[in-house]
């Protein structure tokens, strides 16, 4: 299989298998777009040279692209072979072990953010009753739970996950030191993260998150007026001024490495890369803008029929970065970082992010969850860090939910790259962990293209 896809004058061709991408001219990638278009009518799997060998083919392709064609392919670098059950069949025998956890130090929060899927970040609503701060106790707890099922594995990954983390300070320090005493007896090495809104930070806080958090994740929308729109700060008003000096101090701090400023992009900033710009403006060199989850009866969700704009809008962003690069003014956008050189590792990207298998969420009174956006509804309650997962079921089926195992992706020239997908997202807009959501496929396979068109161009 092959992906033909121009993006300005830029004729790009990805050997989907193999990962190789290729830049063509315009009569190379009009027979390529042919022969892949007819390659449905020939056996599994697909070879050119049986189609060059059908003489219903003859004269299609002039007989030098003919050749370029063919040499690529006998090299494994056009329509190579796709052996999905290779690809996945560790997935069949292997046994999952928990490798990361998003610990919800507190169920409260200091902004009201609009599209918060987390009820204001309380995680509250009818006959839900796990609210407030995780006591100390119970983040030990879950750093124990994590080592005694992560196996053989010595690299283990913990989020401090709110609402507002910071709200509960003193119980993240508390179980930081503890995971540091299980280093030392267990051979085990964690790799904390904090998830922060920024508006707590403050000059000493800074100094104990660089020296023990090997990432942070910040929260900004972009441009004043579209973050205030949405990120509101729970006393009334905007946060972008509270928020904005002490989140810049802090990427400085870290000597703008380790962090990401992540935002999240609505219907009503569809214009979004003006927003990443805006953020690099500000001297933040790691950049994350994702756009947002909703109900479709919801005033800022984005729909089927934003995708044309926001297509163009991710071009012209990858365009706008390539120019800060080439002016030595380059910064790190997440979903436009690929690395090509070695080709898709499939064995990582047909499983994604193991939510649900070896990723947990836990909340403050100690339920298990398959990730923090499955947090509270009963129906995904893995069990809790006392009695263990106690729900083996869902653990199959989350461990079992990969790329080949969707229906819609089988024949995706993405598969390799997206992993089928966020799995909370399909639940929550198809109502089923297997069915990936139609808009936010679309938006990843333009995230790629980008990519991909970016990688061409600095070559």
């Known amino acids: ?225 579209v973050n205030d729109n949405m990120r509101r700060l729970n006393k009334g008003g905007g946060s972008y001024d509270t928020i904005l000096p002490k989140i810049k101090a802090l990427a400085e701090s870290r000597g703008q490495k380790n962090y990401y400023v992540r935002g999240t992009y609505t219907c009503h900033n569809l214009d979004f890369a003006a927003d990443v710009l805006h953020m690099a403006s500000c001297g933040f060199k790691q950049l994350s803008v994702e756009p947002v989850v909703a109900p479709q009866d919801a005033d800022y969700a984005l729909t089927e029929e934003h995708l044309p704009q926001l297509f163009a809008e991710y071009e012209k962003l990858a365009d706008s970065l390539l120019e800060r690069e080439r002016a030595g003014e380059g910064v790190h956008f997440f979903h436009f970082e690929m690395d090509l050189d070695g080709g898709p590792c499939l064995a990582k990207r047909v499983t994604g992010c193991g939510a649900g298998a070896e990723y947990l969420a836990v909340t403050p009174s100690g339920q298990l969850y398959p990730c923090h956006q499955f947090v509270m509804d009963q129906s995904f309650r893995l069990g809790d860090l006392d009695s263990g997962i106690i729900n083996k079921t869902l653990v199959s089926d989350f461990s079992a939910c990969h790329v080949f195992a969707k229906s819609e992706c089988l024949n995706c020239w993405a598969k390799y790259y997206c992993s089928g997908g966020c799995m909370a997202t399909a639940h929550h807009m198809n109502g089923h962990i297997l069915k990936p959501d139609k808009v936010s496929c679309e938006l990843q396979k333009k995230r790629i293209e980008c990519a991909l068109y970016m990688a061409a161009a600095r070559v």
Do not use: W
């Open 1 to 225: 299989m092959i992906h033909c896809f121009t993006i300005k004058s830029r004729n790009l061709v990805l050997d989907v298998a193999s990962g190789s991408l290729h830049q063509v001219d315009d009569g190379t990638f009009g027979a390529l777009k042919l022969i892949n278009e007819k390659a449905y009518l020939y056996s599994k799997p697909f070879s050119v040279a049986d189609f060059f060998a059908d003489p219903a083919n003859n004269g299609l392709v002039s007989d030098s692209i003919k050749g370029d064609i063919l040499a690529l392919a006998e090299a494994g670098q056009l329509f190579s072979p796709d052996n999905p059950h290779a690809a996945h069949s560790h997935m069949e025998t292997r046994q999952p072990v928990v490798k990361a956890m998003c610990l919800h130090m507190a169920h409260e929060c200091n902004l009201r953010c609009g599209y918060c899927f987390a009820g204001d970040g309380t995680y509250s609503g009818e006959g839900l009753s796990d609210r407030g701060l995780m006591p100390a106790e119970v983040g030990k707890k879950a750093l124990d739970f994590l080592i005694e099922n992560s196996g053989a594995r010595r690299n283990l990954e913990v989020d401090f996950f709110g609402g507002e983390p910071m709200l509960n300070f003193d119980a993240v320090k508390e179980v930081v030191a503890h995971g540091r005493k299980r280093e030392a007896e267990t051979g085990k090495k964690f790799r904390f993260t904090l998830t922060t809104n920024g508006a707590l930070l403050n000059e000493e806080a800074n100094k104990y998150i660089n020296e023990n958090m090997d990432n942070v994740v910040l929260s900004l929308d972009g441009r004043k007026e």
